[in-house]
RNA sequence: GUGGCCUUGGUGUAAUGGCAGCACAAGGGCCUGUGGAGCCCUUAGUGGCGGUUCGAAUCCGCUAGGCCACCCCA
C-alpha cells in the first residue's frame, strides 16, 4: 500500500518558498510606495468573478476568454471564472460601490493572483501575479502618460535597465472602423500569402494580423495600410500629446505601428514595455486606454486608462539583471536554553525584546548548550542570550558576545535596551 | 492547441544494457552548561504505468511535469 503517486503542485503554478517571497515584497514595496507617491489608492477584489463579466469586458473574440479561463459551476449553478486579468473587475467595483459619485479621476490599484489555461513556458505561468494601476474619469493624454510614468519609475526603482516603451494608437470607435475596413480589403486581396491563423484572424479579429510573426505575413503586413494614417482629428492629437509628453519626460519609446493588443477593449492609446535589444522580448508591463469598456459592464460612458505588469516576468529580469540580492535575515541575537524552567522563561521574554525591537532565534527543542551554539554560530548571530537553570533563579541571563567569547551577567529587564546598546556599539 | 528537447536522494552530479555511487545539505553521536574544525553513524533517489531483455536509470510506447519555439500575453 505504499502511495507511488507524488502530489505536486497543478500544471503552470508554483509554490513561493521565502527566498522567491523576498523579490516579491521588494517588488509589492515599492509598488505600494509609488502608489502613494502618485496618490492611488488600492482595493482588493475577488478572485472569482461572474464568467459574464470578463465575456463582456475582456471581450468574447480574445483568446483569454475563448479558452484561457478557468470557470468553475458552484452549487448554487453559478459560473464564476478564476480572475484572468484585472481591469472588467476594477470597472465592476467602480460601479458597485458608487465611485462615479468619488472626486475624480478615481485612481486604484490593486496586485494579486491570476489565473489563464495557457501552456506554461518561463514567464508564462497559469497562476501569475500581476500590479495593475487604472485611473477612471479622465480622457486627457496626460493620464495615459501618467501611468506610463508610474510603470516606467517602478521598473527604475526595482533597478531595471534597457526598457522602453513600445507605443501606439488603435484609434476609437470614429476611425477604427475605416481602417479596419480597409485593412481588410487589402488583407483579402492577398489572403492567399497568409498563414492558416491569420486567415483566421481575417474574419474574426483583423487587427491582429498585424502582430503576426510569420515571415509570409511579414511581408504582407509590410505594405498594409496603416492605423497611424487614418486616425481621426481626435485620436491623432491625442497621440501627438502623448508623444510629446514622453518626450518632455524623457522616457525612451519606439512608435510600434504593429502593436495591437490582445484584448477587444482598448482605443487610442496602447503600450508595452519591454526589455531593449533581445532576441524575443517579452512585455514585462502593458496597457492603454480603454474609453469603451466601462459602458459595457455599467451604465454610465466613463474613460478610463490603465496598466498590468507581470510580477514573474520582473523578477525574472531582476535576477538576469542581477539588480537585486535577498538580503540573508540576520538576526540580533540567539537565546540558548537549559532545562525546562529555561524554555519556558525564553518563551517570557520575547515580549520583552520585541518592546526593544530586538528579534532573536532560538530552538526550543534542543537540549544542549553546545547544539544551540552551533546553530547560532551557524545564523550568524552576533550575540548570545545563555539561559539555565541557575540563571533563572538568579533573574539574570548570561549574554555572550560571540565574536570575543566575553560574556556578562544582565538583569531580564535589561536585557532588550542590554542587547540593543551591544548592537549599536558593534556598528 | 502544434512541434522539439529534457527528467537519477532536499540540492548538484556519476553510472549508456550488468552491484545505483559521490559531494553538499539534513538528522543523530563523539561533547552530561559553551560554537565555528574533525571523525563516526543515519535518513533519502532512477517522475508514473507498461513493453523488449537472462538482466533496464540506460532501448521502446504511453503518461505526468519542466523547458524551448509557435500561438498568445504580463
Redesign the pocket.
Known amino acids: 500500500m505504499s502511495p ?3 502530489f ?6 508554483k509554490d513561493l518558498l521565502p527566498e522567491d517571497l523576498e523579490f516579491y515584497q521588494r517588488v509589492f514595496e515599492v509598488v505600494d510606495d509609488f502608489a502613494q507617491l502618485f496618490g492611488f489608492n488600492k482595493i482588493q477584489t475577488p478572485i472569482v468573478e461572474d464568467v459574464q463579466l470578463f465575456e463582456k469586458g475582456t471581450g468574447g473574440s ?3 476568454v475563448e479558452k ?1 479561463m478557468y470557470i468553475l459551476k458552484t452549487k448554487g449553478g453559478e459560473y464564476l471564472a478564476l480572475r484572468p ?1 484585472f481591469t472588467p473587475a476594477f470597472a465592476r467595483a467602480y460601479f458597485e460601490h458608487g465611485m462615479v459619485n468619488w472626486p475624480h479621476p478615481v485612481k486604484l490599484y490593486t496586485f494579486g493572483p491570476l489565473f ?1 489555461y ?8 497559469r497562476q ?1 501575479y ?1 500590479f495593475n494601476f487604472e485611473i477612471f474619469g479622465s480622457k486627457k493624454p496626460i493620464s495615459d502618460v501618467e501611468i506610463i510614468y508610474l510603470f516606467w519609475e517602478i521598473l527604475k526603482e526595482l533597478g531595471l535597465k534597457n526598457l522602453i516603451v513600445h507605443i501606439n494608437s488603435i484609434g476609437d470607435k470614429q476611425c477604427r472602423p475605416y481602417y479596419k475596413k480597409s485593412l481588410v480589403r487589402y488583407l483579402r486581396s492577398r489572403e492567399r500569402d497568409l498563414c492558416p ?1 491569420c486567415k483566421r ?1 481575417l474574419k474574426t479579429n483583423p487587427l ?1 494580423v498585424l ?4 515571415e509570409k505575413c511579414r511581408t504582407v503586413i509590410a505594405q498594409a495600410p496603416q492605423m497611424l494614417d487614418y486616425l481621426c482629428g481626435e485620436c491623432k492629437q491625442h497621440l501627438e500629446r502623448v508623444l510629446e509628453y514622453l518626450d518632455a519626460l524623457e522616457i525612451p519609446y519606439f512608435l510600434n505601428p504593429y502593436l495591437v ?3 477587444d477593449y482598448y482605443t487610442k492609446t496602447v503600450f ?1 514595455i519591454m526589455p531593449d535589444n533581445v532576441p ?1 522580448p ?5 496597457g492603454g486606454r480603454y474609453d469603451d469598456l466601462l459602458k459595457l459592464i455599467g451604465k454610465r460612458d466613463v474613460p478610463a486608462t490603465g496598466a ?3 510580477i ?2 520582473i523578477i525574472a529580469l531582476m535576477k538576469e539583471q542581477n539588480v537585486f540580492k535577498p538580503s540573508k535575515k540576520k538576526i540580533d541575537v540567539f537565546v540558548a536554553q ?1 532545562g525546562d524552567k529555561a524554555k519556558v522563561k525564553t518563551l517570557k521574554i520575547l515580549k520583552d525584546l520585541k518592546k526593544a525591537k530586538i528579534y532573536p532565534a532560538f530552538s526550543l527543542s ?6 544551540q ?2 546553530i ?3 545564523l550568524g548571530a552576533p550575540f548570545v542570550i ?1 539561559l ?4 533563572v533563579l538568579k533573574g539574570k541571563a ?1 549574554v ?1 558576545n ?2 570575543t ?1 566575553v ?1 556578562k551577567e544582565v538583569k531580564f529587564e535589561k536585557l532588550g535596551q542590554e542587547i540593543k546598546k551591544l548592537l549599536k556599539k558593534k556598528k
Do not use: H, V, W, Y
Open positions: 507511488k503517486i507524488k505536486q503542485t497543478p500544471t503552470g503554478m480574445t483568446d483569454i484561457q486579468e489563464r495557457e501552456r506554461p513556458q518561463a514567464g508564462r505561468l501569475f500581476q491563423d484572424r491582429r502582430d503576426c510573426k510569420q493588443r490582445g484584448l508595452e524575443n517579452t512585455a514585462l508591463a502593458g498590468a505588469a507581470g514573474e516576468r537549559l534542543k537540549d544542549s548548550l553546545g547544539d551554539l552551533k547560532a554560530d551557524k545563555i539555565g537553570e541557575e540563571e548570561l555572550r560571540m565574536k567569547g560574556q
